[in-house]
């Protein structure tokens, strides 16, 4: 074993904390980036944004007029004696220290709070205490309603909440049942099937076919095979269509209403409109506040200021992490403006007349347009909406694979035979759905040669039933 030195030079390029916080706003959409901005002004006090300057102007304007309100209180120090006291008394004891300042009522002064929205339990709790039951039943109907999942099923066994409780599994069934009589009706189920029958027992449906189906034909409901159910039951198929029906009002999630967590609507990050014929992006980034340099801080490392060395120091990094977080900021304005214009130019024919007129485009497509970086493509269109006039669509569903070429040698779009078999499917005959074979033949005679394996596949990804599931009866 020999040991020596080496000496190598090795070139390493690592991400500053800087770049790592570009990045970073380069990813996040407007909702995501009004949060990161409240943090940052939080932390770095250099930082302000514009409605900061809006409220110290406007302080500015009220010292002033305080200011000019004692002077003239001096003056009025020296003329007490030419002064209508009886005057002030009737009008009112007023020596300028405060005014009567005109309200508007259209001003809005407050934010607007959000409309609270009562959760699941909260619904159930008040529904419980107009109850009429025992009380050590109360007791165990709000365990049992606090052990309720986010869509409203009960998915802990009973041996389990009766061992917990310390109680009988005929007093867990006992307050279970008081449960069930609850709004809305299906809460407190242990699976779907249950709550299906819980829902059509609150529809007075006990007798029903569709009771039925779902009671002593499970099985063949979960297969949709009609003609089976129809035999089982000796009816018409159009019935136990009818009774299908039905079924599909019910709602498999009873508690999913309530849940405080469910998506919200969707904000547009982009929109873009057309002007004097041509295609304008914006941001839309009106609740996103502008951010500034705040003066006093700024003046404390100028040259000739007093101020101590731990301070400018302190105040110089702050400075230097604000000027930086700024420039970020623009930046990803101008890479995301970059980005949408390229995606408009090679998608202007969807543009013009919207889906299902999508072309074939990758991210190193609109990368190469750019000159930037795809992995930076790929940060910009991430979790990020444009509005259109046809609707408004995440940035990554103008990024489709070509899956062969029509009969002019243009390349075919997977979305674009995506939207076609949902329209052929949309315009078919419910008594004779078309199988995937027969869309793969209707697509080819347009010149869209597409195989039936493919169409297979694009129609689960659209969550499209097979033909026979698809099929209606009279």
């Known amino acids: 074993m020999n040991l020596g030195l080496d000496i190598s030079l090795k070139l390493q390029q690592k991400l500053s904390f800087q770049m790592i916080q570009s990045l970073k706003l380069l990813q996040v959409n407007t909702l995501q980036l009004e949060q990161l901005l409240k943090t940052e002004l939080e932390l770095n006090p250099v930082l302000e944004a514009a409605d900061e300057l809006e409220e110290e102007a406007q302080d500015r304007d009220d010292r002033e007029e305080k200011q000019q309100e004692e002077e003239d209180l001096k003056e009025l120090d020296g003329s007490e004696e030419s002064i209508d006291w009886e005057e002030y008394l009737e009008e009112g004891f007023d020596l300028g220290y405060s005014y009567n300042e005109e309200v508007d009522r259209n001003d809005e ?153 469910k998506p919200s609507t969707i904000i547009p990050d982009l929109i873009v409109e057309k002007v004097d014929g041509r295609f304008l992006v914006m941001l839309n980034d009106r609740s996103v506040p502008s951010l500034h340099i705040n003066k006093s801080y700024a003046n404390l490392i100028k040259r000739g200021s007093t101020a101590k060395r731990d301070v400018k120091k302190y105040v110089r990094e702050k400075f230097n992490s604000a000027t930086w977080f700024i420039r970020s900021i623009e930046q990803r304005k101008t890479t995301m403006l970059k980005v949408m214009y390229a995606i408009i130019e090679r998608q202007m024919v969807f543009f013009e007349k919207g889906p299902p007129n999508l072309s074939p485009l990758k991210l190193q497509d609109v990368a190469d347009m750019v000159e ?103």
């Open 109 to 261: 002064r407050y934010e607007p709070t959000p409309v609270y929205q009562q959760t699941l339990e909260e619904h159930l709790m008040d529904q419980l205490t107009e109850k009429k039951v025992a009380e050590d039943v109360k007791l165990l109907v709000q365990f049992l309603i606090g052990s309720l999942d986010d869509d409203g099923y009960l998915r802990i066994p009973e041996e389990d909440i009766a061992q917990f409780t310390q109680t009988t599994i005929y007093e867990v069934e006992e307050a279970l049942h008081v449960l069930w009589k609850l709004d809305p009706p299906g809460v407190g189920a242990r699976n779907l099937r249950e709550c299906m029958i819980l829902q059509l027992r609150a529809r007075n449906m006990h007798d029903s076919l569709t009771m039925k189906i779902v009671t002593d034909a499970w099985e063949l409901f979960e297969k949709l095979k009609i003609p089976e159910i129809s035999r089982y039951f000796g009816v018409e198929p159009r019935k136990v269509q009818e009774a299908l029906d039905i079924i599909k009002t019910l709602n498999p999630k009873p508690g999913y209403q309530y849940n405080p967590d």
């Open 372 to 474: 930037m970086h795809i992995s930076t493509v790929s940060r910009v269109t991430s979790n990020k909406y444009v509005q259109t006039r046809h609707g408004i669509f995440e940035l990554k569903y103008f990024f489709t694979e070509a899956v062969g070429r029509d009969a002019e040698g243009a390349d075919i779009s997977s979305e674009r035979i995506k939207n076609r078999i949902r329209q052929l499917v949309d315009t078919e005959d419910d008594k004779k759905p078309l199988s995937d074979q027969k869309i793969s033949d209707i697509l080819s005679e347009e010149d869209l040669s597409v195989a039936r394996r493919t169409v297979a596949k694009y129609r689960e990804q659209m969550k499209i039933l097979p033909a026979r599931l698809r099929q209606k009866y009279d």
